[in-house]
């Protein structure tokens, strides 16, 4: 361990032990005279790659598990769930995090060898050296531990030469490794994306050869490390690494499908290069989930629908099936409804048409219902990603500036008397009327009124005032007329400083 290491280490401990979270820590280290805590895992990774990381996980040497029992309960609540492993869930009082704390006792574990997560004969001990615990993790970056009170760094593995090396290395024999759990293979992905790490060539060469055992897995599990893959900064170079490993085709294989797929004059990528780039322009720009995976599956249709070859081949209808191929596959990654139904709608949409001067309010107001004025920003965002994944020199251009404020200005409230809870009609009957000019008037007079105070336009209050505006001339009546122009550009105004725009 170098200087600086050691003083990153040093200012841990020192910040750690004035953690109100964590004094019960300290608290052990008093009742157990004997007893040892480590910080294991990712978070001491963390730490020397100065990392910002919650992900606290302890290991407690030489007490009892009885005794270590006892003493948690008193200090926090305590889930069971990991008792007959040597693990707790511990909650301490007036906790400010937002996940359980995870506690073991040193263990070994044999597993079956059938890459089930859970597939282990596990055996805790209070007295196993920490040597022994750490021979069981996934990754030499991984198995580190520190040792809260003398600040030793426990690394049997040379976890810090190959986070000096920026490498990715299974603990042991990588065969092995991810015969024990299977989404070890989407891990090592996952870190090299998060870290930009390199993986091994051992480690990366066994992943190529046992990808097609990723599907014994849980779908809920190779979500959450496929969701942390997009989600991270360098999401573009997670899926190209998913697709050269082997993963992708038994995880997305629809995706496989684009590999190799030439487009039409529109684009200088294959399907499968656009779509990981259209993905990269969205991590890029920091866009939330729904749109990643829209970007990553906005083109999934094309390779199936695909006519003809060169420039003028044509991909019709490729939105339409998409968005049901899209469907299919998130339903089948355990992605919630919401998420589902989003990205669904939003591939199906992606091939809205636009064109300045050629397209009334009415068009934009009809595209509005299509896309859902809450899928406004997401929808324009999407369309910036599939823009740059194309190779085009602007994200934004302007007749997409204009179409994103005529689809903002289409939502505003009518300035006409059509916004009244009082039409004509009724204004004759409640009034004994004939048609004539007065009941225009009558009608300006109180739309002038509402804009004022958008509350009075209830059907029992303007029947009140109206009864009362009745009473007035003409001429009295025409001078209540609003100024809509004015209304207009105000109430413009006020709602587009409330818009958040896309970029």
């Given amino acids: 361990m170098n200087e600086k290491q050691a003083n990153l280490i040093k200012d841990f401990l020192k910040d750690f032990t004035k953690n109100p979270d964590f004094k019960f820590v300290q608290k052990l280290q008093k009742s157990f005279k004997d007893g040892e805590v480590y910080l294991v895992g990712g978070k001491v990774r963390d730490i020397l790659l100065e990392r910002t990381s919650y992900d606290y996980d302890f290991v407690i040497r030489k007490v009892e598990p009885k005794d270590l029992e006892k003493f948690l309960a008193k200090e926090g609540e305590v889930n069971f769930v990991g008792k007959s492993f040597g693990v707790f869930k511990f909650i301490p009082k007036k906790y400010q995090g937002f996940e359980p704390i995870d506690i073991a006792l040193p263990r070994t574990e044999q597993s079956f060898m059938t890459g089930g997560y859970k597939d282990f004969d596990v055996q805790s001990d209070a007295n196993l050296p920490m040597e022994k615990d750490l021979q069981r993790r996934d990754f030499t970056i991984n198995a580190m531990a520190l040792n809260l009170k003398t600040g030793e760094l426990i690394d049997p593995y040379n976890g810090l030469e190959d986070l000096k090396n920026k490498t990715i290395k299974t603990v042991g024999d990588p065969k092995e490794r991810f015969q024990e759990d299977y989404t070890r293979m989407l891990r090592a992905i996952r870190f090299s994306v998060q870290l930009y790490f390199k993986i091994e060539v051992a480690t990366y060469n066994v992943i190529q050869k046992m990808a097609p055992n990723i599907i014994n897995m849980s779908m809920e599990r190779i979500n959450d490390e496929l969701t942390k893959i997009i989600l991270a900064p360098n999401a573009e170079f997670g899926l190209e690494l998913l697709q050269k490993s082997n993963l992708l085709k038994y995880i997305i294989p629809e995706l496989e499908q684009g590999v190799g797929v030439s487009q039409n004059k529109a684009h200088i990528y294959s399907v499968f290069e656009h779509s990981a780039k259209a993905l ?69 949409f992606h091939m809205f048409f636009y064109s300045i001067g050629e397209i009334t309010d009415a068009a934009i107001r009809r595209l509005l219902v299509r896309i859902g004025k809450d899928n406004i920003n997401e929808a324009i965002q999407l369309r910036i990603c599939d823009r740059l994944g194309m190779g085009r020199p602007k994200a934004k251009p302007y007749k997409l500036i204009e179409l994103e404020k005529r689809l903002h200005e289409v939502q505003l409230d009518p300035i006409s008397v059509k916004m009244l809870k009082i039409d004509g009609l009724e204004l004759m009957k409640i009034l004994n009327m004939k048609p004539g000019p007065k009941i225009g008037l009558l009608l300006n007079a109180l739309l002038s009124e509402v804009l004022e105070n958008p509350k009075l336009n209830t059907k029992a209050t303007l029947t009140k005032r109206l009864k009362e505006l009745n009473k007035l001339s003409e001429p009295e009546l025409k001078n209540m007329t609003p100024e809509i122009d004015k209304y207009e550009e105000a109430k413009k105004r006020e709602y587009f400083s409330k818009i958040k725009w896309v970029e």
Avoid: C
């Fill in 280 to 348: 990269g322009f969205a991590a890029q720009r920091n866009y939330n989930l729904n749109v990643r995976l829209s970007a990553l599956l906005h083109d999934i249709a094309k390779p199936m629908v695909k006519k003809g070859e060169g420039p003028d081949s044509t991909f019709y209808n490729h939105d339409i099936v998409g968005g049901k191929i899209a469907r299919k596959i998130l339903w089948r990654l355990k992605y919630s409804n919401e998420v589902v139904n989003k990205v669904a709608h939003l591939v199906r």
